[in-house]
């Protein structure tokens, strides 16, 4: 993990990022339409310009389309509504690459059945003996059958090849040929420390759970990918995220060899996804963080409007629904069980202290509200040392939090990073914690009126990768199933959108150069399927741009997104 500063030479130098006054004539000018500028008056307006990758003027059609000269492009956009580009706070591009777009493609899948009908092409066209590995991005929690498949049923689909399954880089399925070829007998206990689940015969089942297990069993069976196949994963990645809408990300957390191949693609001009990429680590990292940290002799927010640097991450104190670390405790059979916790609170405290010395922010992950008890501690710590706030520092996750850890949030300024755990985890949430923690979960409504800054995100390839998603269970907190969790916590249409757009902008500290439509800014911007503020709710999910736009270059459209 230790890293070298040379590596990172083709990043950018560390500029100012303050609001880029534009002139000249606009190369486009895109008019008739409806322009959701997501400024500070949440202005609308008909049509706006383009020079270069900047916004040059927003306003109304007759005077924008007065800027235009002889050479400039005039953009009818028929009504449609724009947006600007949006922004997930929390997403893991290259793991979603490696785990999703390689391998037979699954994603998208609706139901146990497709989910097997897809293995079963993949199957019959590999050669007989060959594994055959099958990408992530479906969650049986979407299933009608609620289940992934079993050992006995991937068997009967490849009773000639190995076969794993991937759903994401923490779970792996494999047949009973995997199983062999990966070495995992009766008498296998652990891989990676991570013990193996078996069946009441004592068979293994074939599921395999955690990383730290699952990256050896796939490796044993196929060849890891070369750097230039993992640079073609991301830029395929690029592509899916560029459809859904995302023209930003955060993304927690890169390893030192994956952040180069982000730096190459920075040079050669490939990236159509802006990155802040934070630097790998997690609990059992800590007694060495200084080792990680001291060669670097650059921290947070280095680099420029395409690539730079944000965090430590991710350094989790929990996880998990059914272990997440409560003040008071988890429902069940062990009355006194309240979760587990990864990290000692000294070791915790010396951890932030380190990251502070070396101009890193932590990106700390949390579920419980415990948890975030002992990671305020570390941060009311740093804090006495120097002030955070002006850091930007975050918390992750964090779906369950009481008014007086808000009350020691807004008072260090420390930014929430927010995602929407119970869209999928509500059956376990109210299992587990009961219906009152259970509405309480990622209760937005609670923090903006505590005037805490809060971003938005998805956390993919773990969840839903659609921004829209995000701000339909924001809005309605509707879940998965079409049932409403936490009514009490639901938030305007308007402040769902600045929660993935100018809010997201702000952590990276980049609010005056994107995540809204003004002069002067990246232009960066959708062109929406419908109208955001004016769709029936339950269609604010399936919201998707017909084009998407990148530093005033289009870098995703659909037939529709072709006229724009």
């Not at 785990?99 to 066209?125: D, F, P, Y």
């Not at 079993?150 to 076969?163: G, I, K, S, V, W």
């Amino acid at each position: 993990m230790v890293l070298r500063v040379g590596i990172l030479g083709l990043l950018a130098a560390a500029a100012s990022f303050a609001q880029t006054p534009v002139t000249g004539v606009p190369d486009t000018v895109y008019y008739n339409g409806k322009i959701i500028t997501v400024n500070s008056a949440f202005a609308i307006d008909e049509a706006f310009a383009v020079r270069g990758d900047r916004f040059l003027a927003v306003g109304k059609s007759a005077s924008v389309r007065a800027l235009a000269g002889p050479a400039t492009r005039l953009v009818d956009l028929q009504g449609r509504t724009v947006i600007p580009g949006l922004i997930d706070n929390h997403l893991h591009q290259y793991r979603g690459a490696s785990t999703i777009l390689r391998g037979a493609e699954m994603a998208g899948a609706r139901s146990l059945k497709e989910l097997l009908e897809r293995l079963g092409k993949a199957v019959t066209s590999a050669k007989p003996g060959q594994p055959v590995l099958a990408g992530g991005g479906w969650d049986p929690r979407e299933f009608p059958e609620k289940r992934a498949p079993t050992r006995q049923e991937l068997d009967q689909l490849a009773p000639h090849n190995p076969l794993l399954l991937v759903r994401t880089r923490s779970q792996l399925f494999l047949n009973t040929l995997a199983i062999k070829a990966a070495g995992i007998t009766r008498q296998t206990e652990q891989i990676g420390g991570i013990p193996i689940p078996k069946d009441a015969a004592g068979e293994p089942t074939g599921e395999i759970d955690e990383p730290q297990a699952v990256t050896p069993v796939t490796n044993k069976l196929i060849p890891p990918p070369d750097d230039n196949e993992k640079k073609q994963l991301i830029l395929r990645a690029q592509q899916v995220l560029n459809a859904a809408g995302l023209t930003s990300i955060r993304e927690l957390s890169l390893a030192p060899e994956i952040m180069r191949l982000y730096s190459d693609l920075r040079r050669e001009n490939k990236l159509t996804v802006r990155v802040s990429m934070g630097m790998e680590a997690n609990a059992s990292d800590a007694d060495r963080l200084e080792e990680m940290l001291r060669p670097w002799g650059l921290g947070t927010g280095f680099g420029d409007d395409w690539l730079r640097l944000d965090s430590v991450a991710e350094f989790s104190v929990d996880s998990g629904v059914e272990a997440a670390w409560l003040r008071m405790a988890h429902l069940g059979e062990r009355s006194d069980y309240r979760g587990d916790s990864r990290i000692s609170a000294d070791k915790l405290k010396t951890a932030v202290g380190v990251m502070q010395r070396y101009g890193w922010r932590p990106s700390i992950h949390l579920i419980g509200d415990q948890a975030l008890d002992l990671a305020l501690d570390a941060y009311e710590a740093a804090n006495q040392r120097s002030p955070i706030g002006p850091r930007r520092w975050t918390v992750e996750h964090i779906p369950v939090s009481q008014p007086d850890q808000m009350d020691r949030l807004a008072k260090l300024g420390v930014i929430i990073s927010a995602q929407i755990q119970p869209y999928l985890d509500a059956p376990a949430m109210l299992k587990d914690w009961g219906q009152e923690r259970a509405e309480r979960a990622v209760p937005v409504r609670e923090w903006l009126d505590h005037k805490l800054m809060v971003g938005s995100g998805t956390d993919w390839p773990a969840r839903t990768l659609s921004p829209f998603v995000t701000i339909y269970f924001y809005v309605t907190r509707k879940v998965v199933d079409g049932s409403a969790l936490g009514l009490a916590q639901k938030i305007s249409r308007q402040e769902a959108l600045r929660l993935a757009t100018i809010n997201n902008a702000y952590i990276t500290f980049e609010e005056t150069s994107k995540g809204s439509i003004e002069p002067g800014k990246l232009a960066d911007f959708l062109v929406l399927s419908d109208d955001f503020l004016t769709a029936p709710e339950d269609r604010i999910r399936s919201l998707h741009p017909v084009a998407t736009y990148v530093g005033g270059r289009k870098v995703y459209s659909d037939r529709q997104g072709a006229a724009y």
